[in-house]
């Protein structure tokens, strides 16, 4: 079936590096989705990207949507304290269409 | 608007033991859907309800019900716990279950099996 793999499972960076989360699907994506999760909280939606080839920021984070509509990546700039959590990427595709979330990536920021 | 709530916060069962997680929504939307949070595992799909009146399995449906009691509500229910049930249990709605719907979480239930 469908899988949609993230990596790296988890980052630990100094305040003010950057980072960037890749998500890796089996079969072509009609659309991707990114949620973000604080440490004992719940997922919160953060954008979607439907073209090939889209490319979409929000403040310092950027996303993008790969040409094969295979892949895509979140990269934050310049992260902060507040950045922490974990960031999922969740793709709909494949013959039942459902939502399949990928394994997520645990952002640990050091002041 | 209180979003998605989700009831109990936390539970403890023994083996065998049944219970039903609450979920409500008020939002008015569609679709709801119920997902396990194990660690290293992402959130995989348990049951999903398209609409008032339907629900269809997801990925890991085995040891697991659902009932879609109305619009706002959809439980699942555990009929025999296990060990390997012990998770974190998210219910999310969302608007429709086409391309384009954000899923709006609730804040879940944390279940262990001993």
């Known amino acids: 079936g469908q899988q949609v793999m993230q990596i790296p499972q988890y980052q630990h960076v100094q305040e003010g590096e950057d980072f960037t989360t890749y998500c890796n699907s089996s079969t072509t994506l009609s659309n991707i989705q990114w949620y973000k999760q604080r440490p004992g909280g719940h997922p919160v939606f953060l954008i979607q990207?439907?073209?090939?080839?889209e490319v979409k920021k929000q403040k310092r984070l950027t996303f993008q949507f790969g040409e094969a509509k295979k892949n895509s990546s979140l990269h934050i700039t310049a992260t902060q304290t507040t950045d922490v959590g974990t960031y999922f990427c969740a793709g709909r595709g494949g013959a039942t269409n459902k939502l399949i979330f990928g394994t997520g990536t645990l952002l640990a920021v050091q002041p | 608007n209180a979003g998605v709530t989700q009831t109990p916060k936390f539970q403890v069962l023994k083996t065998g033991q049944s219970m039903t997680l609450q979920c409500a929504q008020d939002?008015?939307?569609?679709?709801m859907y119920w997902y396990r949070q194990d660690p290293g595992m992402g959130l995989r799909l348990i049951y999903y309800s398209a609409s008032e009146g339907t629900t269809d399995k997801g990925e890991v449906p085995n040891g697991y019900n659902v009932s879609r009691l109305n619009k706002r509500e959809f439980s699942l229910r555990l009929e025999s716990a296990a060990p390997s049930q012990t998770s974190v249990y998210f219910c999310a709605s969302s608007s429709g279950t086409g391309s384009s719907y954000e899923q709006y979480f609730g804040p879940g239930t944390r279940l262990t099996v001993t």
């Open positions: 990207l439907v073209k090939s080839g």
């Open positions: 939002m008015n939307h569609n679709s």
